[in-house]
């Protein structure tokens, strides 16, 4: 399975988008910032599209890809697969890594066809979508849109819950609630500290 060559992709960018300008008009795709659109009819290209839709992915995301962790070179449903596994007690302590959200690759495998590419939201081979949501700058790809996926870029990060929904805090230095808009008690990077609790982070 080797690694096909495509366009590359800007390594920043302003917002998370759809990679679905060629197709036709038709029903919604969600990206979490705008709204594209796909051909609904009985089309091919449609059908291709939407492919699998729901049929993959882990106990974490519904996705048509998976991921080869940079930093041991294995393949994953996702990032929190990776770290599930490599950071386990069963691991002997000298070899436990995780792979924080920033340092994700850019090599995903689609899983209906096999073929290694670069990040990108529709597979270059068999062009299925690999994810109905893709974030291009947390390289994020999932095809439950129920969950209202946004990029929010001051934080950024991926978060779900609908943008119409929350505010981002400067001070806090994360997104809440708007119904807490009024009401919360400003903290000054609130979320950028560990759990008590868990000791993860807490974005």
Excluded: W
């Amino acid at each position: 399975m080797g690694a096909v060559q495509l366009e590359s992709v800007a390594a920043q960018h302003a917002h998370a988008k759809l990679n679905v300008d060629s197709l036709p008009q038709g029903p919604s795709l969600f990206d979490g910032n705008d709204t594209a659109r796909i051909d609904g009819s009985k089309s091919d290209e449609y059908e291709r599209f939407e492919k699998g839709l729901m049929q993959y992915g882990c106990a974490h995301y519904r996705r048509r890809c998976r991921i080869r962790a940079p930093c041991c070179n294995e393949i994953f449903d996702c990032r929190h697969c990776h770290n599930e596994s490599k950071n386990s007690i069963k691991i002997d302590t000298a070899r436990r890594h995780e792979l924080p959200r920033h340092e994700l690759q850019q090599q995903v495998i689609c899983s209906l066809c096999g073929t290694e590419q670069e990040v990108r939201q529709t597979c270059i081979s068999c062009g299925v979508c690999m994810g109905k949501y893709f974030c291009e700058v947390c390289k994020l790809f999932d095809d439950d849109v129920s969950k209202e996926q946004y990029h929010c870029h001051v934080c950024g990060i991926c978060r779900i819950g609908g943008r119409e929904n929350f505010f981002h805090c400067s001070k806090c230095g994360c997104c809440y609630s708007k119904v807490l808009k009024n009401s919360h008690a400003c903290v000054e990077g609130a979320m950028h500290h560990d759990c008590p609790i868990c000791f993860e982070v807490l974005v």
